[in-house]
């Protein structure tokens, strides 16, 4: 009997091994970390930072590859076809993991089974801006020339995302009609505010900071139920009147489905300790970024939480397929 067992045992240590040694010797080459938009935004940003905190612990180039296009869809494909070994990373969005999976039915990935939470890295708020020459000084004063039909569209970064969800909420809200004019970008939606082609835009703060410090933007409100060290001076939509107003617009970090825990691990820890120091939550406080770290079966409620949520919410308002 003891024949058999041997084997057994050895059978075993041949098929662990190559997992311990992963764990020991990862990264053994460069890790691609797979941004879902463009350059310049807010997931680009900490992708690029993170990368370069985790290429200084480990020694290991990590980088970023910006995978635009579908929301988001075509970096999710990616990397949830991906081997799970490490070498592939996603800087996820809550527009990916929990908006536009309640908005559209027939997504090519599944958001929880597809995926290896690894951890949170931050939210930010939707902060509504105007130009500073225009009337509305205030979210109530918005609101009341959008009865009189003097605020025609508002500005987004595209559909599905939470600048999109935040003016849809707002005019469900309030009572009021306001025609959704998508951009590719946040930056995109200044200029068309700058412009005069739509009259409110609704975007990341740090997006709309530069131009709110050269005075030529107002900022109405921002959509946290508190209100924002970076711009204390900005009151809440739930300080205004609309009590329970929020909508933030989350990010964590990604593997394909099936990462072997030490690996996981490992990258976690490097997360975790990146997300910590104190110059780079400053840094992106300064932005109107919120630095938090998780647990990767944090991370996994959380996803599985927020989709719940947002499928509730966009059902009772009547959003549920994009188009």
């Not at 527009?95 to 599944?110: G, K, V």
């Not at 979210?139 to 003097?150: N, R, W």
């Not at 998780?294 to 308002?317: C, D, F, H, Q």
Request: hydrophobic share 45%.
């Amino acid at each position: 009997m003891r024949a058999p067992f041997t084997r057994l045992v050895f059978a075993w240590m041949v098929a662990v091994a190559p997992l311990c040694a992963t764990a020991q010797d990862y990264p053994a080459r460069p890790v691609r970390f797979i941004v879902g938009f463009v350059p310049g935004g807010i997931a680009d940003l900490l992708a690029r930072a993170l990368a370069q905190k985790l290429t200084d612990a480990w020694g290991q180039q990590v980088i970023v590859d910006n995978r635009a296009g579908g929301g988001g869809v075509i970096s999710m494909q990616l990397v949830g076809k991906a081997a799970p070994d490490g070498y592939t990373l996603l800087m996820g969005s809550s527009t990916q993991f929990s908006i536009n999976p309640a908005l559209r039915s027939n997504l090519p990935y599944d958001p929880v089974r597809d995926y290896t939470p690894i951890s949170n890295a931050a939210i930010t708020p939707v902060i509504l801006t105007v130009q500073s020459a225009y009337a509305a000084r205030s979210l109530q004063d918005l609101i009341q020339l959008a009865k009189k039909g003097e605020v025609k569209s508002y500005g987004s970064t595209g559909y599905g995302g939470a600048p999109h969800i935040a003016g849809e909420l707002l005019k469900r809200a309030a009572g009021i009609q306001m025609t959704h004019v998508p951009f590719k970008g946040g930056g995109d939606s200044i200029v068309a505010i700058m412009g005069g082609h739509v009259q409110a835009s609704f975007g990341a703060v740090s997006t709309a900071q530069p131009h709110l410090r050269g005075g030529r933007l107002r900022a109405l409100g921002v959509t946290t139920l508190k209100r924002m060290s970076a711009i204390p001076e900005v009151p809440t939509f739930a300080e205004q009147g609309l009590p329970g107003f929020e909508v933030v617009q989350w990010y964590g970090v990604f593997g394909p489905a099936g990462m072997p825990a030490p690996v996981l691990r490992k990258i976690n820890e490097g997360l975790v300790r990146a997300l910590a120091t104190p110059e780079f939550r400053e840094q992106f406080n300064a932005q109107g970024v919120e630095l938090m770290q998780s647990t990767p079966p944090a991370l996994g409620n959380y996803v599985r939480n927020e989709l719940a949520r947002w499928t509730k919410i966009l059902k009772e308002m009547g959003i549920n397929e994009a188009p």
